[in-house]
């Protein structure tokens, strides 16, 4: 990711106009401990896209890791009408309004198998880690990390789980 985070920046030196959509540079520099610097991306990542509740989630990561959780809580970004599951359960979560049975309850809502329910473990996996890793219990984000860091599907985000993983279990006492 540092490489990466390079990159970012030698692409906004050329096009400054672009880096409020530049959503993946945040992921790299939250992965870079950067957390006030991710925070600040997805901020102005808000402003292009307004109801991406896995934006809002990195938000609160960087800031319960540069600050507090009840800082994280109070500065949740809102994220009004994400229809992916386990999405607005994953917020009411971060929010402190729901356990993770409300989570694993909206992705058992998809037949086993299929494409959705693949998805929603996979997001719901990794968010749940995140949010066990911004609580400080790292033990429960590196279990959880790894169920995320096993998903079949191949993308970005399935490898932002997998280096996520990594960088947890390399950094465990």
Known sequence: YKKAIVQFKRYIERHPEHEADLWQHGIALAFDGQYDEGRKLFELHRTVNPNDVENALWHFYCVAKSSSVEKARTG???APGDRRAPMEELLQLYRGQVDEAAVRAAIDQWPKGTRNHDSAVFYGELY??????????????IELAEKAAAASDVNYMVDVGRIYYLALRDAAP
């Open 76 to 78: 949740l970004l809102p």
């Open 128 to 141: 749940l880690a995140m949010y066990a890793d911004s609580m400080g219990d790292r033990k429960r984000a």
